[in-house]
Each structure stands twice: as C-alpha cells, then as structure tokens.
C-alpha cells in the first residue's frame, strides 16, 4: 500500500544559526529527535487510519484541517496520539519558523507592528504579556501569537501539551523544558526573555497579512 509519510520539515538556517540564545545542543535534540519523534507517532496513527476504508478520509485531510475540525471523527484508539502528535508536528513546523538567527534582526515590517501596536499599546507591551502567559504554563505547553477572526485582533492564547491553539497562529513558542532546559535549566523567564532576540517578525507578518486578506475576503 502507497503510504504518504509527512516528511521532518528542514529548518529554516543552521542548528547553530540561533546561538547564543538558543544552543546548537538544544536545536539539535529539538528537531531530530523531538520533532521527528512526532512525525513518526504521526505518520504510523495516519496509517491505521488509512487501513481502515471507514476512517480512510480522515488520513486524506491535511494535518490541519484533521486537529481542527474532524479530530471527534478519529476512533476513539488513536484521538489522543493524533491530538498530541499531530499538534507536535505542526507546533514544531511554526515554531522554527518564528525564529531567525539574531544577527538577521531587521526591522518589524510595518502591518505587524501596527497590529501589534493596535492590540496591545507597544511592543514592549506585547512583550510583557506574552512573557507572562509563557510563565504562567503550568507543566507543558505553548504560547502562540494568533490572530482572532472574529475579534479581528492580534491576541495571546496558550495551550497545554500540543495542543494547538483556536485562532491562527502568527508565532509559536515552545515552552516545554525540552526546549530550553539543557542551556537555560529551570530559568523559563530568562529563556522568554532572551527569545524575542530571535523572532523572526518578516515571517509573523506574511502569515498575518495572509490570514487578514483572507479574512477580508470571507466578508
Ligand atoms: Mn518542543
């Protein structure tokens, strides 16, 4: 049987391209391992999905489309590896992409600095509230940037495990021991902190002025 496994999607630069924020070590044992381990739970629960001509079409979907709105449809046997894994899968898949290496800090391309400005007074405010709901994960979890259709509004929205979040996701920061413990041990906040010297804002607002076009063109 053809069986179209999801692939480890490559980083965007050098697993030591983030240093000395985020070490070479901790890259290294984020992607290969942790993500890949994702991707293989993932690719071995789609397919048993295929298997089965009744939940054939569900391993069809995108992995996306699947965790946001068919996950109920999933047997009951696999819900919580599709859940976790496949909120694994693509967490990770944005999360690399919302950083950069600090040396290519440019300036914030100006749709999501207005966005950012409209919603939460400054950057530094933004930056405030989005330290403080990293810290206040209890265990594992994630705090996104998302974009909030109906508010029509950047908010912050966390989840637990790999949960993605309801809204769509500008930036994704992970804040799972395994991403920062090696280098940072149990200091969360100083790991938030020096993060922002990585994000990578060019990225954050193409996906923001795609969600936005989109949005404007639903009405
Ligand atoms: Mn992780």
Redesign the pocket.
């Known amino acids: 049987m053809k069986c179209q496994n999801l692939p480890l999607p490559p980083l965007p630069y050098d697993y030591d391209a983030l240093e000395p924020v985020i070490s070479s070590d901790i890259m290294k044992l ?1 992607h290969l391992r ?2 890949q381990g994702y991707a293989d739970k993932l690719n071995a629960a789609l397919s048993t999905l295929r298997t089965d001509p009744e939940t054939k079409y569900l391993a069809k979907l995108g992995v996306d489309s699947l965790l946001r709105s068919k996950l109920e449809e999933v047997p009951v046997s696999l819900r919580g590896t599709i859940r976790n894994n496949g909120g ?1 899968y693509v ?2 898949g944005l ?1 690399w992409n919302s950083m950069q290496p600090p040396s290519e800090t440019v300036k914030m391309p100006s749709l999501i600095e207005r966005e950012i400005n409209k919603a939460f007074g400054s950057l530094k405010s933004f930056q405030h509230s989005f330290t403080k709901a990293g810290m206040g994960v209890f265990g594992s979890g994630w705090v996104f940037l998302i974009y909030d259709g109906v508010r029509q509004s950047l908010t912050i929205e966390t989840t637990a495990n790999q949960d993605i979040p309801k809204g769509f996701p500008i930036l994704a920061l ?1 804040v ?1 021991e ?2 920062y413990y090696l280098q940072y041990q149990n200091r969360r906040l100083e790991y938030i902190e020096k993060w922002f010297e990585v994000v990578n804002w060019s990225h954050a607002s193409e996906l923001l002025e795609t969600v936005v076009s989109g949005a404007k063109e639903e009405l």
């Open positions: 984020h942790h993500h694994g967490n990770h999360f992970d799972w395994h991403a």
